[in-house]
């Protein structure tokens, strides 16, 4: 900082700039509640379909989003601006103040003409006893009054030049829309800046010479700026893609970090953790650096890396991506470039790769040791929904001279991949990790939200290229059962999609006429066969967590189904029929039909072990039922429209939520009880008691809605019945033979 610039300066165009800031951040404010609480709040209830549904609404979603991003950028640069011209204008006073008292003591600065300064005396001593007054000094005064101008131009020039630091740094976030970075004042995103290159020099040190001090230092500030995007960036570009992989693997390797193993081993879990929500959010950037960081990660993958060389990139950056939602389009170029390498390692898939050596472990999150970088990569896929659906689409193995048909990524890892066993894994065989990872990304891909979520009004709807991944796996699993039955573990995720896909499967149970207004769908239809829906079905009922999120969403499905089909105010173009007792026998049987095939199932499941009892469904019943009853009109997912998409409807349309809730709270209210007392304790006593509460619930829910709209009672009666005999028809179903009915249905 200048001496004349600071003694000299003008803050009106500051005091304007500030000025037109805080204006825009009240505008952007208010542009963002318009966006909201107008624009996107008015998209959910749209009643939109195909292209509208999938893409407008998404579309306005993130644009909606944007202004938010907007609003939170704009702020953080309105009050660094704003600090930065209070901490200039501070040190203006400071500078004519001290200056002012150098003249009391004949002392005056001056400007030396190179951006300097210099102190001289004010009045020669000659001058003395002419009139004027002299105040003595000394060259201490002098030395003093120096230091003090300097001190405060240094502190002006880091004020100054920090300011410029962090606001550059904000704008470089994003290249396109807005980082959304959030700062309450300058000091704060220095802070963070400061924070970054400090830690990035301590992982930067030979592992060997890594303290517990050093290691205790990097966990606790990863933990407290992982969400930051100004602290990720600089902590990510100053570390650089290498050195980011020679410390997690130099800490792993016995050769290297032995000792930090003893000392701090117990605190690796937590610190893969969060060095990988620091990268998932450094990776949001598209800076300069930052996309040479992730073209250096992508390019090294399937190479040595560390100081042995017997680790290639990919095994160690793939275990720093299960946390945290890293950019889509570096998942997908990651994505493509490491199943190359596999497809290079296994011969195209015959042979197995990636076999786990005693030394190092490289993850410490779940069983698995990180040894196969799949493993990783896939838990990483699993929180990020479209890179998830991109990928699974791609080819492992591409029509071409040699191969007559393509294989895709999701055909090989579902159907034929020979997973790598793993040392650290309690499996005796193979490790299950990995392919409970494989489903976990195929729930993100199919669904359009991270696994283990359940959908909200946000979520898009299905798109073409999700209903297609779905339809592969129904049709996969109808034609190898053991897909699911022999991995149960997958089932969960399974029965999470099944849940979500609740239209579309009621569809192909259904060879009505008109059956795309029985079972109205936002977006994307998935074109399903019956018979392959019902082995589907089957394959995931004979799970626990499989069975609970269908048979839950089922029920949630129906009762929301007859709320929308038996509102009186239903246009004409969206009604099924005006035939009340006709629709509520149609709904009623079909949603009993799932219900049936689930419990047989069921039946299957305690038959094929031998348990004598099946206490571990109704408990997780009991658990998807709790977990669901918060947002219990979106648990099956599809789209967002009342209109459109009566499984959403209870969260747009408020009453049907709360029929729907109390419904299923009826039915459910002792699920735990009845299986501490071994109420279920053979196959028969399953099917009994599916029986009878499938009925109880179908009457119960139409209850619900002849309550709210005045409706005849007998549909009540219509629908038990019905529910009954579609229970029934179940075990004609998933025995090839042609059920029954109650209903009959024209053309």
């Keep these: 900082m200048k001496f004349e610039d600071l003694y000299q300066a003008n803050f009106k165009q500051l005091d304007d700039a500030v000025d037109d800031w805080g204006l825009l951040v009240r505008n952007l404010t208010e542009l963002q509640k318009q966006a909201k609480d107008g624009l996107h709040d008015k998209a959910v209830k749209a009643d939109w379909h195909g292209v509208n549904a999938a893409v407008s609404k998404e579309f306005i979603g993130k644009t909606a989003g944007e202004f938010e991003d907007a609003t939170k950028e704009a702020s953080s640069i309105h009050k660094i601006l704003q600090d930065t011209r209070n901490e200039l204008k501070h040190y203006k006073e400071q500078l004519h103040q001290a200056v002012e008292n150098g003249r009391k003591k004949n002392l005056t600065v001056m400007p030396s003409g ?56 904000l704008v470089d976030e994003s290249r396109y829309g807005f980082s959304g970075a959030v700062y309450e004042d300058r000091d704060q995103a220095v802070k963070a800046v400061e924070e970054a290159d400090r830690l990035a020099k301590l992982a930067r040190k030979d592992p060997r010479k890594l303290t517990a001090k050093d290691f205790d230092e990097i966990d606790a500030g990863l933990k407290q700026y992982h969400d930051d995007p100004l602290f990720a960036e600089e902590f990510a570009e100053r570390l650089g893609a290498q050195g980011t992989e020679r410390f997690w693997l130099g800490l792993n390797d016995d050769r290297e970090g032995a000792h930090m193993a003893y000392d701090r081993g117990y605190k690796y879990a937590e610190l893969q953790k969060n060095l990988s929500l620091t990268l998932a959010t450094a990776s949001q950037s598209d800076s300069a650096g930052m996309e040479a960081w992730k073209q250096q990660v ?149 669904t359009g939200h991270p696994a283990g979520e359940m959908p909200t009004t946000d979520t898009p709807a299905h798109t073409s290229a999700q209903t297609k991944l779905f339809e592969e796996i129904v049709a996969a699993t109808a034609d190898k059962q053991e897909l699911l039955t022999d991995r149960g573990y997958m089932s969960d995720s399974m029965g999470q999609i099944a849940s979500e896909y609740l239209p579309d499967i009621n569809r192909a149970n259904s060879d009505l006429p008109h059956k795309d207004l029985l079972y109205p769908i936002d977006g994307s239809a998935a074109h399903l066969d019956g018979r392959d829906v019902n082995k589907f079905l089957f394959a995931v009922g004979q799970n626990p967590q499989g069975y609970a999120a269908v048979e839950v969403g089922q029920k949630a499905y129906l009762s929301n189904l007859l709320q929308y089909h038996l509102d009186p105010d239903l246009s004409a173009d969206h009604r099924f029929t005006s035939d009340q007792k006709l629709l509520v026998q149609t709904v009623a049987e079909r949603s009993g039909e799932v219900s049936g095939v689930l419990s047989q199932a069921r039946m299957e499941a305690i038959g094929s072990v031998a348990k004598g009892k099946d206490d571990s469904f109704d408990h997780a019943v009991a658990q998807y039922q709790n977990l669901a009853s918060g947002g219990i009109g979106t648990v099956v997912g599809v789209g967002t429209s009342f209109i459109g998409s009566p499984a959403a409807g209870a969260v747009v349309g408020g009453a049907a939520g709360t029929a729907t809730g109390a419904a299923l709270q009826w039915l459910f209210q002792d699920v735990e009880g009845s299986a501490a007392d071994d109420a279920q304790e053979d196959e028969g006593k399953v099917w009994d008691h599916g029986l009878h509460r499938n009925a109880a619930y179908a009457q119960r829910a139409a209850e619900q809605a002849v309550k709210r709209y005045h409706l005849s009672p007998d549909l009540v009666t219509y629908a038990g019945n019905s529910a009954h005999q579609g229970y029934q028809n179940a075990w004609a179903v998933v025995h090839g033979q042609t059920p029954g009915s109650t209903a009959d249905i024209p053309g």
């Design 298 to 446: 992508i390019s090294s993958g399937n190479k040595p890396v560390g100081t042995h060389g017997d680790v290639l990139g990919f095994q160690v950056m793939s275990n720093l991506m299960r946390n945290g939602d890293f950019d889509d389009r570096f998942m997908t170029d990651y994505g493509r470039a490491l199943m190359k390498t596999e497809r290079f390692y296994t011969h195209d898939g015959e042979n197995v790769a990636w076999q786990a050596n005693i030394c190092p472990r490289l993850n410490y999150e779940g069983s698995d040791g990180g040894w196969d970088p799949l493993n990783g990569y896939l838990k990483g896929l699993a929180n990020n929904p479209t890179a998830a659906t991109d990928f699974f689409s791609d080819d492992f193995i591409p029509k071409d001279g040699d191969h007559k048909k393509a294989v895709s990524n999701f055909d090989y890892l579902f159907k034929q991949r020979n997973w790598p066993m793993d040392i650290h894994d309690t499996n005796d065989v193979q490790s299950i990790a990995g392919q409970n990872y494989l489903a976990q990304a195929l729930e993100a891909a199919t």
């Design 114 to 169: 190179d951006g300097g300064f210099i102190v001289t005396m004010a009045v020669h001593p000659d001058r003395a006893g002419h009139g004027t007054e002299i105040s003595d000094h000394s060259v201490t005064d002098e030395e003093h009054l120096r230091d003090e101008v300097q001190k405060i131009l240094d502190n002006a020039a880091k004020s100054d030049g920090t300011a410029t630091d962090v606001l550059m740094a």
